[in-house]
């Protein structure tokens, strides 16, 4: 059964950096997508960074620049490096993963989930 677990949300003021990760369990496939979504109440889950097994990259518009996604194969983790924060960063931010390569960050490709980590930024 696989299994993502979240860390690293916090409360920042604007300009300021967190990092956010992701360990993955139980994953057998040797192709995967990971990405973080964020979500704010009431609105739909928006891609913010995706990367796959060969390291191939994405990232939403709004976050370019500023965000930065990586992994550690040996470790099952990915990272979300988050600089010059703003205040309409502040969501709910979850770990995402399915099977393939160069995967939109489109939320109803994913088909694996973590809970989530929730993200202040203050002004």
């Known amino acids: 059964q696989v299994q993502l677990m979240e860390s690293g949300g916090g409360s920042v003021q604007a300009g300021g950096s967190l990092r956010l990760s992701c360990s993955a369990s139980g994953y057998t496939y040797s192709n995967v997508c990971m990405a973080w979504f964020r979500q704010a109440p009431g609105k739909e889950r928006e891609g913010v960074a995706g990367?796959?097994?060969?390291?191939?990259?994405r990232y939403a518009d709004s976050v370019k620049g500023r965000f930065t996604i990586s992994q550690d194969n040996a470790k099952n983790t990915q990272y979300l490096q988050m600089n010059s924060l703003k205040p309409e960063d502040s969501d709910m931010y979850y770990c995402?993963?399915?099977?393939?390569?160069?995967?939109?960050?489109?939320?109803?490709?994913?088909?694996?989930w973590g809970q989530g980590t929730l993200v202040t930024v203050s002004s």
């Open positions: 995402a993963a399915t099977p393939g390569n160069r995967c939109p960050l489109i939320a109803t490709v994913f088909s694996e």
């Open positions: 990367i796959d097994s060969n390291g191939y990259t």
